[in-house]
C-alpha cells in the first residue's frame, strides 16, 4: 500500500484548522463541521478506492495537450 504524504498532509492541516477555527468561535459550528465531513469524507473515499486497485482521479492535473 502506498500512501501519498502530501494529500494526507493537506487534510490533517485543514481538519486542525478547521477544529482550531471552530474551537476558538471564528466560525460557526453550523459552518465548519461540513468542511470537516468532506475532508473525512474524501480521505476516506481516496483509501477505500486504492485499497481496491481503483483509479483515483487527481484534485489539480495538468491540462490536456490540444
Not at 2 to 21: D, H, Q, R, W, Y
Request: charged share 15%; hydrophobic share 50%; proline share 6%.
Amino acid at each position: 500500500m502506498s500512501v501519498n504524504p502530501s494529500k494526507a498532509a493537506i487534510a490533517l492541516v485543514g481538519l486542525i484548522c478547521m477544529t482550531i477555527l471552530i474551537a476558538l468561535g471564528s466560525i460557526p459550528s453550523e459552518q465548519g463541521i461540513p468542511i470537516i465531513t468532506m475532508v473525512i469524507g474524501y480521505s476516506v473515499g481516496n483509501g477505500m478506492a486504492a485499497l481496491t486497485n481503483k483509479v483515483v482521479e487527481p484534485i489539480i492535473r495538468k491540462k490536456d495537450q490540444k
